[in-house]
Structure formats: structure tokens, C-alpha cells
């Protein structure tokens, strides 16, 4: 039990869906480097993450989760079951998406090489080095869902998070999405070929 807790929901717009950001492969959606991240968004286990397209990609929802973990990058990464989520360079596309990158040694971060974020993003990610995982999770990507016109108010269309939704709203949206939807993956990131251009190119950077 979650207690009573009102829980929040952070929505924001996803530009660039390549599967790194949010990752929903390995049983587990996470989100390590990206707006939530990067704009310190304080959330906690029991919160909601929604992820939407752009207003010229139609604003369609593309990933709702509910946070079941929260863990640090370096724990993260020596948490045996996020191993899958490690980049390789010569398996499927899917495993080149991993966004476990980060860890500690000693007093500074290392970033692992090749992966779609490369060392121009460490700054940025390294800003609020926290993962959100969750084992409760829709992901669309490709096959982007219409958000009804009752919850438009959850879609946030400029730069940054927004997070003061009206808990009614958010409790009208969740109970619609579990009623209508299964939980797990639907669909193949949107930007699935500009990701694995991304990670080519570290790796002809990593050279």
C-alpha cells in the first residue's frame, strides 16, 4: 500500500524518443537523463512520469510510469538487475538504447562510450544524477495514443516539467489509462533511427 498520500505526475514534452530517454527495455522503464533529471524534479516512489509528443508531432502520449524506485547512478549501474541496460555496441538496437551509463570512481563520474548520449550531454545529466524506475509502465512510442480532451490539462507544450496538476485530474487519468490499456510496451521508439545515429556516432568518436 501507497498510503494517502496524494501522489504527483510530472509531464513534459518528449522531443528526441530514441529509447534512452525514457528506456522502457529489461522489465523496467527508468528515465537517468532527461527533463525530469535535468530539471531536479523532486518526485517520489508512488509519483506518475507522463511523456508526451510535441505539439507538431500531435501531442499523442508516448510513456506513462509510476515510480517504484528511485536509486543514484552508481547504484544504478552496479544493480545487477539494470545490466541489460548497459549500451553494446554489436547487439541488437535495442541494447545499443541503455541508458546505464554513469559510475563512480572514487571522487568523479565516468560515462561509458559508445551510447546515445555522448560527453557534450555529461554536464547536463550529471546535474541530478538520480534514476526513476518503474516496474508499472505504458510505453507507446511509435504508436502514440490521443490524451482525451478531459485531461489536456496534463499536457505541458513548453520547455521544462510541470507538476502542478489537480490530483482529481491525475486519479481520472490513471484510471483511464489501467482500464483501457495493458501495462509493458506498445511500440518502438518514434526516433529510433536518429538514437542509433547518435550511438554510431560516439562510437566513431570513442576512435
Known amino acids: 500500500m501507497l498510503g494517502k498520500r496524494e501522489f504527483q505526475m510530472c509531464s513534459y514534452t518528449v522531443k528526441f524518443d530514441s529509447g534512452f530517454a525514457s528506456n522502457p527495455f529489461g522489465g523496467y522503464c527508468t528515465i537517468a537523463a532527461c527533463t525530469p533529471n535535468h530539471m531536479v524534479m523532486k518526485l ?33 549501474y552496479h544493480d545487477r538487475r539494470f545490466a541489460a541496460k548497459k549500451p553494446q555496441a554489436k547487439v541488437t538496437w535495442k541494447e545499443k538504447c541503455g541508458d546505464n551509463i554513469y559510475h563512480r570512481l572514487r571522487d568523479r563520474w565516468i560515462q561509458d562510450q559508445p551510447a546515445i548520449h555522448g560527453p557534450s550531454d555529461k554536464k547536463k545529466d550529471l546535474k541530478h544524477p538520480t ?18 480532451n478531459k485531461f489536456t490539462d496534463l499536457i ?4 521544462g516539467c510541470k507538476k502542478s496538476h489537480a490530483p482529481v485530474t491525475i486519479r481520472a487519468f490513471i484510471e483511464w489509462l489501467e482500464q483501457k490499456y495493458r501495462k509493458g510496451i506498445h511500440g518502438d521508439p518514434r526516433h529510433k533511427d536518429r538514437g542509433q545515429e547518435a550511438f554510431e556516432y560516439q562510437i566513431r568518436a570513442c576512435k
Not at 508531432?57 to 552508481?74: H, N, T, V
Not at 505541458?156 to 520547455?159: E, G, N, S, V
Request: charged residues 25%; hydrophobic residues 40%; proline residues 2%.
Open 44 to 76: 517520489n516512489i508512488g509519483d506518475w512520469i507522463l511523456g508526451h509528443a510535441t505539439v507538431e508531432e500531435g501531442q499523442g502520449l508516448i510513456d506513462a510510469m509510476r515510480i517504484s524506485e528511485k536509486l543514484d547512478f552508481d547504484e544504478y
Open 131 to 148: 534514476v526513476f524506475v518503474s516496474d508499472h509502465f505504458f510505453y507507446f512510442g511509435n504508436e502514440t495514443i490521443e490524451i482525451p
Open 156 to 159: 505541458w507544450a513548453r520547455q
